[in-house]
């Protein structure tokens, strides 16, 4: 199945969460914040929530600095 990731065509097995998601793409878990269709996903719910064909996520990693 297809889903759009920060504007780009991304390819996933039928059945994968975020977390697989996350994994593929090489995306650390940690501060980490997803958006799935417009609403954001709770880090607690990241391992569950199953995505399904054409789904729309921004993913935006946290970086520290100063």
């Known amino acids: 199945m297809f889903l759009k990731v920060n504007g780009e065509a991304v390819e996933v097995k039928t059945g994968a969460t975020i977390n697989d998601l996350l994994t593929q793409l ?39 600095g100063g």
């Not at 709770?42 to 996520?57: A, C, G, K, R």
Request: aromatic share 0%; no cysteine.
């Open 26 to 64: 090489e995306i650390p878990k940690i501060r980490v914040a997803v958006e799935l269709n417009g609403n954001v996903i709770p880090n607690s719910e990241l391992l569950t929530t199953v995505l399904t064909d054409q789904d729309i996520l921004e993913i935006v990693k946290a970086i520290g």
